[in-house]
T-cell receptor, first 119, second 112 residues
């Protein structure tokens, strides 16, 4: 099946520093990747849609200068949390959509998530 | 806009009990419907999906049928196990390639 990896799985950083989270589709190509944020006991909140080779589309209320997204290739998207603050502490999850048609298309596969703690 | 409403938990069951988690949706057009499961400390895993009306998705003993007339996609399992304890999310995809819209999640706790 389609596998999406995220790295790191956990990260602790100090306030004011930047943290980069990688999302990779391991065995398929993904023209579109999505970044979600999940608060404790809450559903997933879509942050942005990342398209390979173009600028990400951010949801309303998400600061694009704070959450930098780069989709460098068909298998890699990165989310950089810049000048992190304690309120940025959360569980960040990416997903990738299977490219093309067929049974797997229009299905999103999720990474295992990254737990960010900002001290 | 499109939305998903699912029953709020927690749902607490004994092993081998029957499970139903209700999910209804609002969408224009013909969305694809999904159930995802999230085990403690992990990301989301696709449990099952259905892409058109009357389709039944099934996996690991779980089933859900896409009912257009009632705009529902209820999740069922005939006999739950302790290992099924997790958070279950109902979701829809309004258009191919767009982000999923999630329900708030239902926590299931199964005791032996």
């Amino acid at each position: 099946g389609a596998v999406v990896s995220q790295h790191p799985s956990r990260v602790i950083c100090k306030s004011g520093t930047s943290v980069k989270i990688e999302c990779r589709s391991l065995d398929f190509q993904a023209t579109t990747m999505f970044w979600y944020r999940q608060f404790p006991k809450k559903s997933l909140m879509l942050m942005a849609t990342s398209n390979e080779g173009s600028k990400a589309t951010y949801e309303q209320g998400v600061e694009k200068d704070k959450f930098l997204i780069n989709h460098a290739s068909l298998t890699l998207s990165t989310l950089t949390v810049t000048s992190a603050h304690p309120e940025d502490s959360s569980f960040y999850i990416c997903s990738a959509r299977v490219l093309g048609q067929g049974k797997g298309a229009d299905t999103q596969y999720f990474g295992p998530g990254t737990r960010l703690t900002v001290l | 806009g499109d939305s998903v409403t699912q029953m709020e938990g927690p749902v607490t069951l004994s092993e081998e009990a029957f499970l139903t988690i209700n999910c209804t949706y609002t969408a224009t057009g013909y969305p694809s419907l999904f159930w995802y499961v999230q085990y403690p400390g992990e990301g989301l895993q696709l449990l099952l999906k259905a892409t058109k009306a009357d389709d039944k998705g099934s996996n690991k003993g779980f089933e859900a049928t896409y009912r257009k007339e009632t705009t529902s996609f209820h999740l069922e399992k005939g006999s739950v196990q302790v290992s099924d304890s997790a958070v279950y999310f109902c979701a829809l995809s309004g258009q191919a390639g767009t982000a999923l819209i999630f329900g708030k999640g239902t926590t299931l706790s199964v005791s032996s």
